[in-house]
Nanobody, 121 residues
């Protein structure tokens, strides 16, 4: 099992910055991919950024150049630095972890409860 707890959300003006944190506990060495997703009102949850066990990073096109995903080497913390925020970045942001069992390729997904980010003047 993996437990994820987000923090760092809040209200920020357009152009401002926020740093989201995700505390990771449990069977952290089993995690293959970690990332951030977001869900705006009336919209589907979407990928924001991910980082793999091998440190391969992927970003949604809309956040490239503005957001940066990072983690501690021990994988106990995951971060999302968000700069130049826009009103369309307003959403609940979720921390996510994925584990794939090599023997049968079974996939397990773990989610935090989310943290609200509101970008408004």
């Amino acid at each position: 099992q993996v437990q994820l707890v987000e923090s760092g959300g809040g209200l920020v003006q357009p152009g401002g910055s926020l740093r989201l944190s995700c505390a990771v506990s449990g069977n952290i060495f089993s995690i293959d991919v970690m990332g951030w997703y977001r869900q705006a009102p009336g919209k589907q949850r979407e990928l924001v950024a991910t980082v793999t066990r091998g440190d391969s990073i992927n970003y949604h096109d809309s956040v490239k150049g503005r957001f940066t995903i990072s983690r501690e080497n021990a994988k106990t913390m995951l971060y999302l630095q968000m700069n130049s925020l826009k009103p369309e970045d307003t959403a609940v942001y979720y921390c996510h972890a994925e584990r794939v069992v090599p023997a049968n390729r079974a996939r397990f997904d773990y989610w935090g409860r989310g943290t609200q980010v509101t970008v408004s003047s």
